[in-house]
């Protein structure tokens, strides 16, 4: 096989309680993932020619978003082939193209939706043939989203979130998300919410599962789901960003059944009844100011696939 694609989706935190910052720099989370129906594709290709002065992995990106991807090492889809080479105890050369859909820092775990797709793409082209569960560790190394993006579907993740446990189910969810110009650091929204809370002289609270938001995802009931949504992060990227309150109320004002920041931000995600409401609700978003694109999407989908 010469060349193999993979189709990797966004995520949307249904609940993000976030602890304690800890010795290592990052914090205990009880981290809801949930995949959404919003892709990028990886396709890994063995470099046409023989030049083998070339760099052993190259990287290109095309999309509409993609001003701020490194085409370098640091790349997260070329980090993540990098370790499975080095996991393999082998050298390896594959040419990455990453089709960007997912909006570059924008809360959704774009970065690590294309390591998680170079991951599944390279070990394919490559012949590893390294089952899921080897996977799912390399990726936690390269970061704590990734693990999320090869399993899809909804999941709690617990420890910095790569720690993660499927959740049951039912039915179909769909979604609007508001996306703005520009991104946001997810290390300076983490360190944002401490400094709101140091301010504040709120200590972090242990996180914990909100039950009313399993049972909901159980039950398929979208308005149980819409109520339950939270993200602690929601104030910190607010104060970075106040231009995102005013996309959210738009979204409430407009009915949404949720309305909360994705992540770190500074994509906002609103929750409708049905696909036709999420339609009418990204029509009536759109406009507010501050808000540079509108898409629609539902959930839960699976992981990172190799594409028909
Ligand atoms: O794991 P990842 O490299 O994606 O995390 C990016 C940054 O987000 C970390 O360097 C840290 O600042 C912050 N983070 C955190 N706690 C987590 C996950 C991420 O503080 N559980």
């Known amino acids: 096989m010469s060349a193999i694609t993979v189709r990797v989706p966004a995520k949307v935190n249904l609940q993000l309680a976030v602890g304690p910052l800890r010795e290592d720099g990052y914090h205990d989370l009880v981290n809801v993932f949930h995949a959404v129906s919003l892709f990028d594709e990886v396709t890994a290709a063995e470099p046409l020619d023989g030049d083998l002065s070339a760099a052993p992995l190259g990287v290109r990106v095309e999309g509409d978003l993609t001003g701020e991807v490194p085409v370098s090492d640091d790349n997260l889809a070329v980090r993540a082939a990098r370790a499975l080479a080095?996991?393999?105890?082998?050298?390896?050369?594959?040419?990455?193209?990453?089709?960007?859909?997912?909006?570059?820092a924008g809360g959704m775990a774009g970065g690590s939706a294309d390591a998680a797709a170079a991951l599944v793409a390279?070990?394919?082209?490559?012949?590893?043939?390294?089952?899921?569960?080897?996977?799912?560790?390399?990726?936690?190394?390269?970061?704590?989203?990734?693990?999320?993006?090869?399993?899809?579907?909804?999941?709690?993740?617990?420890?910095?979130?790569?720690?993660?446990?499927?959740?049951?189910?039912?039915?179909?969810?769909?979604?609007?998300?508001?996306?703005?110009?520009?991104?946001?650091?997810?290390?300076?929204?983490?360190?944002?919410?401490?400094?709101?809370?140091?301010?504040?002289?709120?200590?972090?609270?242990?996180?914990?599962?909100?039950?009313?938001?399993?049972?909901?995802?159980?039950?398929?009931?979208?308005?149980?789901?819409?109520?339950?949504?939270?993200?602690?992060?929601?104030?910190?990227?607010?104060?970075?960003?106040?231009?995102?309150?005013?996309?959210?109320?738009?979204?409430?004002?407009?009915?949404?059944?949720?309305?909360?920041?994705?992540?770190?931000?500074p994509t906002c995600a609103f929750l409708a009844e049905s696909a036709e409401r999420a339609y009418e609700l990204a029509a009536l978003i759109k406009d507010v100011d501050g808000c540079r694109s509108v898409v629609t999407a539902s959930g839960p989908v699976p992981g990172a696939t190799v594409a028909g």
């Open 86 to 104: 080095e996991r393999a105890g082998r050298s390896y050369r594959a040419d990455l193209l990453i089709r960007k859909s997912i909006p570059v």
């Open 122 to 265: 390279c070990n394919e082209l490559w012949g590893l043939g390294l089952p899921l569960e080897d996977l799912m560790e390399i990726a936690a190394d390269i970061g704590s989203d990734v693990p999320f993006a090869l399993l899809g579907g909804t999941a709690v993740g617990t420890g910095r979130g790569e720690r993660l446990a499927p959740l049951e189910t039912a039915g179909v969810f769909h979604w609007v998300f508001a996306l703005a110009d520009g991104g946001l650091s997810t290390p300076r929204v983490y360190g944002e919410c401490d400094r709101l809370r140091e301010e504040a002289g709120v200590a972090a609270p242990t996180p914990a599962v909100n039950e009313a938001l399993l049972a909901a995802l159980r039950e398929g009931d979208a308005e149980a789901l819409g109520q339950a949504l939270s993200n602690d992060l929601q104030p910190a990227a607010l104060a970075l960003r106040p231009s995102l309150a005013r996309t959210l109320a738009a979204g409430r004002e407009h009915g949404a059944l949720g309305a909360i920041v994705s992540g770190s931000g």
